[in-house]
Nanobody, 124 residues
C-alpha cells in the first residue's frame, strides 16, 4: 500500500511559479510510474503530467507543455511538479497518483493510489 501526500499549493498571480511536491510512504515508489492530475469545480479530473518509474519518459497535457515540468527523486520517495507561467485556467485541485506499473499512462483508471490533493489558485 502506498500513501501519497501533496503539498506546495497556494494562491498566486498569473505568471507566477509554484512547485508541488508529492511525498510517498508505505513503500518505495521507485518501480511505479507517477502522475499529476487536476480537477476544477464542475469538471472531470484531467491528466496533467506523468513520469516513468526510472524518470526517463515524461508525458504532458498539451495545455501545460512547455510550462510545467514533472520530476522525481526516488531516493526521497517524492515527485514534483514545477509550474511556471501560471494562468487562471490552471486553477484546480492537483492530485498525485501512482500506478502499479513502470509505464506512464494519461488515463485516470490506470492509477491505483491517489493523494488527497492540494489547491492551486491563480488570480488574473
Amino acid at each position: 500500500q502506498v500513501q501519497l501526500v501533496e503539498s506546495g499549493g497556494g494562491l498566486v498571480q498569473a505568471g507566477d511559479s509554484l512547485r508541488l511536491s508529492c511525498a510517498a510512504s508505505g513503500r518505495t515508489i521507485s518501480m511505479n510510474a507517477m502522475a499529476w492530475f487536476r480537477q476544477s469545480p464542475g469538471k472531470e479530473r484531467e491528466f496533467v503530467a506523468a513520469i516513468s518509474a526510472a524518470g526517463v519518459l515524461r508525458n504532458y497535457a498539451d495545455s501545460v507543455k512547455g510550462r510545467f515540468t514533472i520530476s522525481r527523486d526516488n531516493a526521497k520517495n517524492t515527485i514534483y511538479l514545477q509550474m511556471n507561467g501560471l494562468k487562471p485556467e490552471d486553477t484546480a485541485v492537483y492530485y498525485c497518483a501512482a500506478r502499479n506499473s513502470r509505464v506512464v499512462d494519461s488515463t485516470t483508471p490506470q492509477y491505483d493510489y491517489w493523494g488527497q490533493g492540494t489547491q492551486v489558485t491563480v488570480s488574473s
